[in-house]
């Protein structure tokens, strides 16, 4: 009887152990929260999808969720994702980034087109890493590059207005980091903020009748609205210089441009190592994606505006 007892209890423990790695090599379910639909956060989505896919194969499922653009949704979606205990959420914006932070501190958390950690998670001291369940890639573009786009084509000009969303953490985060920056190359700034898409149209038009080139960074609100902040630029002869590809396509001039799709690949292959290679997330720094001059060649052609030569043209949407 204790021969059995103790096979009984040795099988036991080796079930055990063995169970935990033998179910994690089995499949796994990650949940996508994505803020809104437009082709920045789609094509980091796909990117993701994409690379995750190709490192695990039928071994990984999605949970694929959009906001609309409601950061409460935001809460709903990531709460469920806990309750259905994925193994990892991907959150695709700012937004969905937050709503996931509240919702877990187990569940391994990954962001994608989130400009600034440090600003958006409130961490003071900043080494790269969180230190917590979030790690994730950054579109983020250094505000003295950016600055100096502006300044390439619009030298001569006065007044620059920075126009974004004021209840997007990151937004404000890079109109703050630009501000100082145009003001020591000699430029006059003024922030013109609207709280949501039902405001865009009055603060875009006086930020034009105020200024003579406007600043957008990667807002997610104003890439929702980007015809219609297009429409009211071009009618006044206002170029705006952008925070990112997509966006200038809808509404601007000229910008530095990351991709999207590339930056989440980036993102999917640090899914990988986390789930298939067991990355510890909250040692895993924030990855940033290369940049290159890009110019709207129809809006350029609109208001008379020449580009130097080292400027790509962005492709127009197959």
């Not at 000009?157 to 953490?169: A, H, Q």
């Not at 002869?237 to 396509?249: D, H, Q, R, S, T």
């Amino acid at each position: 009887m204790k021969k059995i007892l103790a096979l009984a209890l040795a099988l036991t423990m080796v079930f055990a152990l063995a169970a935990p790695s033998a179910f994690a090599a089995d499949s796994y379910t990650v949940g996508i929260c994505q803020l809104v639909q437009h082709p920045a956060l789609d094509a980091a989505t796909q990117g993701f999808k994409d690379a995750l896919t190709k490192a695990l194969g039928d071994k990984v499922s999605f949970v694929e969720q959009n906001a609309s653009g409601d950061s409460a949704t935001c809460a709903v979606i990531c709460n469920q994702f806990v309750s259905d205990d994925v193994n990892l959420i991907l959150a695709n914006a700012t937004p969905a980034l937050l709503a996931a932070q509240a919702a877990t501190n187990k569940i391994p958390v990954l962001g994608t087109s989130v400009t600034d950690y440090a600003s958006a998670l409130d961490i003071d001291d900043w080494k790269g890493s969180t230190g917590t369940n979030i790690s994730g890639t950054s579109d983020g573009v250094p505000a003295k590059e950016l600055a100096g786009v502006l300044n390439e084509l619009f030298p001569d000009v006065k007044n620059v207005g920075l126009l974004y969303c004021s209840g997007e953490p990151n937004s404000k985060f890079q109109a703050d980091e630009m501000r100082p920056v145009l003001e020591e190359m000699g430029y006059k700034v003024a922030d013109y903020t609207f709280a949501d898409s039902n405001d865009v149209s009055a603060v875009t038009n006086n930020a034009c009748d105020d200024c003579d080139v406007l600043y957008i960074p990667t807002d997610n609100t104003a890439a929702s609205n980007a015809e219609l902040i297009n429409n009211v630029a071009l009618s006044k002869k206002i170029p705006i210089v952008c925070g990112e590809e997509n966006l200038c396509a809808g509404c601007g001039v000229a910008t530095l441009s990351i991709s999207y799709y590339d930056l989440g690949t980036v993102t999917g292959e640090m899914a990988a190592k986390i789930l298939a290679d067991g990355a510890d997330v909250s040692t895993m720094e924030i990855q940033y994606a290369p940049f290159a001059k890009k110019f709207n060649k129809t809006n350029c052609d609109i208001l008379g505006i020449t580009v130097p030569e080292t400027y790509e043209a962005i492709e127009a949407a197959a």
